[in-house]
């Protein structure tokens, strides 16, 4: 039996950034590293242990025996453990087998920063290495302007267990096969952007991928971590951007996992009111723990560094943020100034954010964030957290209540629709559509529309076209461009026979054609987040449920003219103020009959009249189509 050899990777100045908090690339120590050592072939292992003594490689080279490959421990007191064991190469499992010095626990644990994992429900680690030959020089030569704040950004989020299944083999889709049916349909739709909901390695489906335990390695329900790779590539090669649904909010408590891994509270806060999260069932990492802001702040780069990643959603930044997130009196402890803000996790969210820009400048990270927390998406030189953007819960949740209601009473609901312009240039917002909208009873998009089958498609091209002309950047949860009736499940591809219906085909159409229409209307996207991008007309008329506003670019941008009509009634001779005698085109109305309208529409060339209208000088009569939205260029 070959025995561990001592070797290291590690640098006295990689201990001192590791104790710091500062090393942002564990990865390249940490784990497990196939090499050659004095012309043997092998893998070097290292694992964050400090309070085991007794660490061993356990895996299918030693029938997985514990004590044959003891790994050395560091003079240095970082509490890493280490060495070279050789003969062991690519695709072995393995774990490690921790003897703690607390009580005598033993764990066997899977390695925190493995490059693979087995595929569930096995959970040992596998030793991995690719030599993946990139393609995608190109895209990251011009990522830049595609991910810029001033380009149009229209999302869409995949949980790609569920887009669609193997329909003879009843399986998932894998990721060479995702690499062509997703990315053709993504291109074909016109999205800007792709965003997974969580690919690292997690144990439990019905979590979603929220609940991860291999934080950097791709799910293996797919594929090899080199075809995940592939699927990058091929987004890349057709002008698509990819985000990743990422998670350093909490982890789950399975035997294998990160949590109490050594015998102590290593990753999670020891601390109860601090380190589990009541909701979710889960563990909470320390944010006050030099060592786990490493950890944390690797997995961020390693994805966009190892996998040319384009941007970041982190998940659940407002249960991070709080001490008192979903916990009564008594169940936390204010912080040393007395107010419920976790400084801790305010300082990491800053770090990691201006760790990110300084690597990769052209990247973007987005805050799930629901709450009213100050300056999330402002740099932390201006006091911010340093996110580029900031999902707008807030317009989500009023926009989807407002089209729920028949449009009857929408009129005693106009603050509804119009509220979120009061503050929609406080953060970079992304406007939210997103798969919590479409669970646990809240029914689909489609299936909140009142009205009959007409109507409840009219008020969906409605609501999207709202969407998209309003300031910020666009996502929208899969079967929602094609009006899908059920709710989703996870366990399900979406139900794509819809489409062979009229109305679901002609939604998909529409859908298509805005993010198309976005994408070819400056107007739109290149002032998104400032105030100067937008003017409101009209929000106070209430009795007609109708809102107008003007959408502006940069210099030498035609502007453009939105008008809404959220009731199923026909009008025509409406009379809207313009600021000066302007011609005006309309260049997007959702009533075309060629997206399942009615057809009604203006003629070309309408020119403002000297007649004074909403505070302005001039104004022009239009027909505004039942439950339809129309836009003008202004020339």
Request: proline letters at 5%.
């Amino acid at each position: 039996m070959t025995k561990v050899q001592s070797y290291s990777l590690f640098t006295d100045f990689d201990i001192d950034l590791f104790k710091a908090g500062k090393h942002y690339r564990l990865y390249n120590k940490l784990g497990s590293h196939p090499m050659v050592v004095d012309g043997i072939e092998g893998t070097y292992f290292a694992v964050w242990a400090p309070t085991a003594n007794q660490v061993s490689v356990i895996g299918d080279f030693n029938q997985w025996k514990d004590g044959e490959h003891k790994l050395n421990v560091r003079w240095d007191s970082s509490g890493i453990w280490e060495g070279f064991i050789p003969l062991v190469g690519k695709g072995m499992a393995y774990k490690y087998k921790i003897h703690s010095n607390n009580q005598g626990y033993i764990s066997e644990k899977a390695d925190p920063y493995a490059r693979r994992c087995e595929h569930p429900p096995k959970t040992a680690s596998i030793v991995w290495e690719d030599n993946y030959q990139w393609k995608d020089k190109s895209w990251l030569k011009t990522r830049k302007k595609h991910n810029a704040i001033d380009a149009p950004y229209s999302v869409y989020e995949v949980h790609l267990g569920s887009w669609k299944r193997h329909a003879e083999e009843d399986r998932f889709l894998s990721y060479f096969e995702l690499a062509d049916d997703l990315v053709k349909y993504v291109k074909e739709m016109n999205f800007t952007h792709v965003e997974l909901m969580p690919i690292m390695e997690f144990p439990y489906d019905p979590s979603w991928g929220y609940q991860i335990t291999g934080y950097f390695a791709p799910t293996s329900r797919f594929g090899y971590p080199d075809e995940f790779k592939y699927l990058v590539d091929k987004l890349h090669e057709n002008g698509i951007g990819i985000i990743l649904d990422w998670v350093p909010s909490h982890f789950p408590e399975d035997a294998h996992g990160l949590g109490y891994f050594d015998g102590s509270n290593l990753y999670e806060h020891p601390d109860r009111r601090k380190g589990y999260h009541q909701d979710w069932k889960s563990l909470i990492f320390n944010y006050e723990r030099n060592e786990v802001r490493s950890f944390l702040i690797s997995n961020a780069i390693f994805w966009l560094e190892q996998y040319h990643i384009d941007g970041l959603r982190v998940d659940a930044v407002a249960s991070m943020l709080f001490l008192d997130y979903s916990r009564e009196d008594g169940e936390w402890e204010p912080n040393v100034y007395g107010g419920n803000e976790n400084l801790a996790v305010i300082s990491f969210l800053k770090e990691l954010n201006e760790e990110v820009y300084l690597s990769f400048p052209d990247v973007q990270t987005i805050a799930e964030e629901s709450t009213a927390f100050p300056m999330v998406s402002k740099p932390t030189f201006m006091g911010g957290l340093g996110f580029g953007m900031k999902w707008m819960m807030g317009w989500m949740h009023d926009t989807l209540d407002y089209f729920s209601k028949d449009p009857i009473y929408r009129k005693y609901h106009q603050n509804e629709i119009t509220f979120s312009l009061a503050y929609a240039f406080t953060e970079n917002f992304m406007l939210p559509l997103s798969h919590d909208e479409v669970v646990y009873g809240k029914n689909s998009i489609v299936g909140r529309m009142p009205g009959d089958e007409w109507q409840r498609f009219a008020n969906l091209r409605l609501l999207y076209g709202y969407m998209f002309t309003h300031p910020g950047t666009k996502l929208l949860f899969m079967g929602g461009e094609f009006g899908q009736y059920n709710e989703w499940d996870f366990q399900e591809s979406l139900d794509w026979n819809l489409l062979e219906f009229e109305p679901h085909k002609n939604t998909l159409n529409y859908y298509k054609q805005l993010n198309k229409f976005y994408r070819e209307t400056p107007a739109l996207f290149e002032k998104g987040f400032e105030s100067e991008g937008f003017e409101w007309i009209s929000f106070d008329d209430h009795e007609n449920s109708v809102i107008s506003y003007i959408r502006k670019g940069k210099e030498g941008t035609n502007a453009v003219l939105v008008v809404c009509n959220f009731t199923p009634t026909l009008l025509e001779n409406y009379k809207v103020g313009i600021p000066s005698k302007l011609k005006l085109n309309e260049i997007f109305n959702s009533d075309s009959k060629e997206f399942g309208g009615g057809g009604n529409s203006n003629p070309q060339g309408l020119i403002s009249k000297k007649k004074p209208w909403n505070g302005r000088s001039y104004s022009v009569d239009l027909i505004l189509p039942p439950l339809g939205i129309v836009v003008f260029e202004l020339i």
